[in-house]
Nanobody, 121 residues
């Protein structure tokens, strides 16, 4: 079994910063892309940022220049540094990873349980 466990959400004032982390565990052979998605109340889940196994990154236009995604392949973790947060960043943030398990020759997409980020004064 594979698990993604997130941490680091919370309440922050506009202009503040938060760092989200996500750790993958289980019988993992390899991890391809990892990323962060978010879902605000009444809205569809959307991509925030993702990163390939060789470090190429992709960001939603709304977070470019404010958020930075990074990963540690040895530790099987992905992080999202969020700076200059705005009220519209309020959402549940989900970790996502494309993982091939040991003894399997295909990869599946896994999701974390989500962590709440609230930006409010």
């Amino acid at each position: 079994q594979v698990q993604l466990v997130e941490s680091g959400g919370g309440l922050v004032q506009p202009g503040g910063s938060l760092r989200l982390s996500c750790a993958a565990s289980g019988l993992i052979a390899s991890i391809n892309a990892m990323g962060w998605y978010r879902q605000a109340p009444g809205k569809q889940r959307e991509l925030v940022a993702d990163i390939t196994s060789d470090g190429s990154t992709n960001y939603a236009d709304s977070v470019k220049g404010r958020f930075t995604i990074s990963r540690d392949n040895a530790k099987k973790t992905v992080s999202l540094q969020m700076n200059n947060l705005k009220p519209e960043d309020t959402a549940v943030y989900y970790c996502n990873a494309n993982i091939r398990r040991l003894l399997f020759n295909f990869a599946n997409t896994y999701w974390g349980q989500g962590t709440q980020v609230t930006v409010s004064s």
